[in-house]
């Protein structure tokens, strides 16, 4: 039987150089779930991120922001996950995804990290076990002739891009009911038939 959620974890970088840019995807959806239910994120230097608890479908589910940067990332869910043993399969990783459209959001289980260096170290630190949820926030890749990726992901999207990734994190709300009580296919499947009018290609002025 698959283990029942228990811990979302946002990637993204700390401060306000960063907030708006494509990489803290993951930390918008979980800034707009906190709110939704009226949390208030904490520091936690023991765990090295943001902390909120929410109560969702009558479970307690911990809500964390790594405030170690992207590519230590796994240091602070690794820290967490251990304190209230919680195996990787009680984990959700939501964090950006280039090879996903703005206004696209996709739930998956296991795989690689794909370049992603969030997706790398958290990997790394639970023992080289991929067997988490992911849940995929589309930003889009740069356009010919723009910028590197990792200089892309680094920057802000246009009004427009924003836009449509923010009704993707609304759809993704949306399931997360579903997902907390253990319907992780259901969750899939009614996100993953849910499509937003995504702006024109990505890479443009932002």
């Known amino acids: 039987m698959t283990a029942t959620p228990a811990l979302l974890v946002g ?10 840019t494509r990489h803290n995807a993951g930390f918008w959806l979980l800034d707009s779930l906190a709110r939704q239910l009226g949390a208030e994120f904490r520091s936690e230097r023991r ?6 608890s929410v109560r969702l479908e009558g479970r307690t589910v911990f809500l964390l922001k790594p405030t170690t940067f992207m590519n ?6 690794r820290a967490l996950a251990h304190f209230h043993k919680l195996t990787p399969q009680q984990v959700l990783i939501v964090h950006d995804e280039i090879d996903l459209p703005p206004g696209t959001a996709r739930l998956k289980r296991d795989g690689g990290h794909g370049g992603h260096n969030g997706l790398r170290d958290i990997i790394a630190n639970f023992g080289g076990d ?7 926030i589309g930003v889009g890749r740069p356009g010919p002739g723009a910028a590197e990726v990792v200089d892309y992901v680094l920057n802000a999207p246009s009004a427009a891009e924003r836009d449509a990734i923010d009704a993707a994190i609304e759809a993704a709300l949306d399931v997360m009911p579903l997902f907390v009580s ?3 296919e259901r969750a899939m499947q009614r996100l993953h038939t849910h499509t937003v009018a995504a702006p024109p290609a990505a890479g443009g002025k932002n």
Do not use: I, T, W
């Open 11 to 20: 990637l993204g970088n700390p401060g306000a150089k960063y907030e708006r």
């Open 130 to 136: 991929r067997d988490f949820y992911r849940l995929r």
């Open 182 to 184: 253990g319907d992780a």
């Open 72 to 77: 230590r990332s796994g240091q602070a869910v």
């Open 47 to 52: 765990f090295s991120g943001d902390l909120a």
